[in-house]
């Protein structure tokens, strides 16, 4: 069994290209790994658009070996963003682990059901963002 915890620094890109630069102190996550199972938590803090065009990507500790799908709990966790954008409109938001992958996403749900991932379309130049998940390796 392994077992192992750590900090992980994270690099928070787009998905065509750019990227966001984060705070001297807001650019780690917290993990513990046990076997194939990482929970990761934390607070990252950014506080420029590098020109940051599509998706929000924040770098995951390990990559994700076995994504699973959407109706599975341990691809989907718990994220918000604070200071994200006067055009959201959200009522919930999360954080999704795409398969094979080595970051995750951000999104939100609107009050009409309609999931958005956070992009440079819709997160100002400085932003902070609260995640708590688990995932399989």
Known sequence: MVYEQGVHEVAVTAQTSGSWTTTSDGGYLNYVRIGNLVHVSGRIEVDTNN???GNLKISLPFTS?????????????SGTIEG?????????????IP??????????????????????????ADWVARVGFTYRI
Request: aromatic share 14%.
């Open 99 to 124: 398969e094979n992958q080595d970051h995750f996403l951000m999104y939100y749900i609107s009050d009409a059901g309609t999931y958005t991932y956070y992009s440079d379309s819709n997160l100002d």
């Open 51 to 53: 020109s940051a065009n």
């Open 84 to 96: 994200g954008g006067t055009t959201i409109t959200a009522v919930s938001s999360g954080v999704y």
């Open 65 to 77: 070996a076995t994504g699973l799908t959407e109706n599975a709990d341990l691809q989907w966790g």
